[in-house]
């Protein structure tokens, strides 16, 4: 289904394309907002994003330096329609808009590099890399996998948890986080992208600091704060503000009623919650890069949740819930007493289900050997598709919620296993 790791690299085919096209963007935004770069090398990285743009479509199509800077900014931005060759099965991203109009990655733009190189990263590359800056190299050592090395050892379940529950930290009290060194460098400067006049505004549902975004309609101007991740913002994490003058931060209201879970999903709502953010200074804070606090931080919110929830649900039965055992192996189990494996999960947290889906082919389930693969609750239309992905490898798909009742009923039902 997916790329054996041990063939050789053969052509690349579509996915791996679309792959670099994305890739593009990405440098291509590095290049338009990136505050620290001479103009000199913003043309360098674009031209680097144009020339590898026209190695990913071969001869026969063209694409104009134009083109490109067109899709930076405004109502073009980031839309792959008009600038593809024909050829090119593009059928995922349509109408998915990769950059803003400020030209900074969406969501989905994001996650579909991220989440296409977790499955991709041994796939068939293209022969001519181009030399210089790559989207990969841009924050390769951001990658999940970089960041659970770095964390490894005897603290790894504190530090780990440590980057869920402190995206933010005020810049004096990073040592008190007690990470080790090589994982202080995820916490960096706020993006300029999340400022306003030197502040900014922490997402109630995960503490990172959300995206502004001024705009104007005749003599009107009108900021819009708003978390990257798109379940935080539908949930109620978008607000609205008067642009102030001086130094004086703005003061937020709610775009819209914040949404309430229901009485079955209250216990593991990930969701926003019904709070107005303060203003906290930029230049006394950092934050967690954007992959790190995508998927550590944002992933491992139901992560932590289902964890405390069964650790109350099973509390007096002899079964222990384990977060990230056997150094990681998977991300949940439930141990008997006797210390035997009674569940095995995984969390995936994936914007893009077939490259999830792709993934589990390519590890044959899970790479872990976990049983179950658990979804957070909003994503449960993606239940149905990854069991039938799974099904072959004895991989069953869940939602957080389903999994968390399933637990502590199996458990209640057979209580020898539990006594
Ligand atoms: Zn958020």
Redesign the pocket.
């Known amino acids: 289904m997916d790329d054996d790791p041990s063939e050789p690299p053969g052509p690349p085919d579509n996915g791996t394309i679309l792959l670099e096209v994305v890739k593009a963007f990405e440098i291509c935004s590095n290049a338009a907002t990136h505050a620290d770069l001479k103009p000199a090398e913003r043309v360098e990285r674009l031209v680097q994003a144009h020339s590898s743009l026209m190695a990913a479509f071969g001869p026969g199509h063209r694409v104009t330096f134009a083109d490109i800077l067109d899709r930076l900014s405004g109502d073009q931005a980031g839309m792959l329609e008009g600038l593809i060759p024909a050829w090119l099965d593009a059928t995922d991203l349509s109408g998915v808009r990769l950059l803003d109009p400020e030209g900074i990655p969406t969501a989905g733009g994001f996650d579909f590099r991220q989440e296409a190189e977790l499955v991709r990263w041994k796939a068939a590359k293209l022969g001519k890399q181009p030399e210089g800056v790559t989207a990969q190299g841009l924050d390769a050592e951001y990658s999940q996998e970089s960041v659970f090395r770095s964390i490894k050892g005897d603290f790894y379940q504190r530090h780990r948890t440590t980057l869920i529950t402190r995206p933010v930290v005020p810049t004096s009290e990073l040592p008190d986080l007690l990470l080790p060194l090589q994982a202080n460098r995820f916490y960096q400067p706020i993006e300029q992208y999340a400022q306003y006049q030197g502040w900014f505004f922490p997402?109630?549902?995960?503490?990172?600091p959300?995206k502004i975004t001024l705009t104007r309609s005749g003599r009107r101007a009108r900021g819009t704060v708003q978390?990257?991740?798109p379940w935080?913002a539908d949930t109620g994490?978008v607000y609205v503000f008067t642009p102030t003058t001086g130094s004086e931060p703005p003061v937020l209201h709610p775009d819209f009623e914040c949404r309430q879970p229901s009485a079955r999903h209250a216990r593991l709502w990930t969701g926003?919650l019904p709070h107005i953010p303060q203003p906290l200074r930029a230049s006394d804070h950092l934050a967690l890069h954007r992959a790190v606090w995508r998927y550590t931080t944002?992933s491992g919110l139901p992560e932590l949740k289902t964890h405390q929830a069964l650790e109350e649900a099973l509390a007096g039965t002899g079964c222990t819930p384990a977060l990230w055992p056997f150094n990681d192996t998977f991300d949940h189990a439930v141990m008997s007493p006797h210390g035997e494996v009674l569940f095995s999960a995984d969390f995936k947290d994936y914007t893009w289900q077939n490259h999830l889906i792709a993934k589990i082919h390519r590890d044959a389930g899970d790479s872990g050997g976990a049983k179950w693969l658990i979804v957070p609750d909003h994503r449960s239309e993606q239940v149905d598709h990854l069991n039938a992905a799974g099904r072959p490898y004895d991989l069953q798909a869940i939602t957080a919620t389903d999994y968390l009742t399933m637990v502590v009923e199996t458990v209640k039902e057979n209580p020898r296993d539990g006594q």
């Open positions: 997402c109630t549902a995960c503490q990172w959300m978390c990257l991740y935080h994490s926003t944002v």
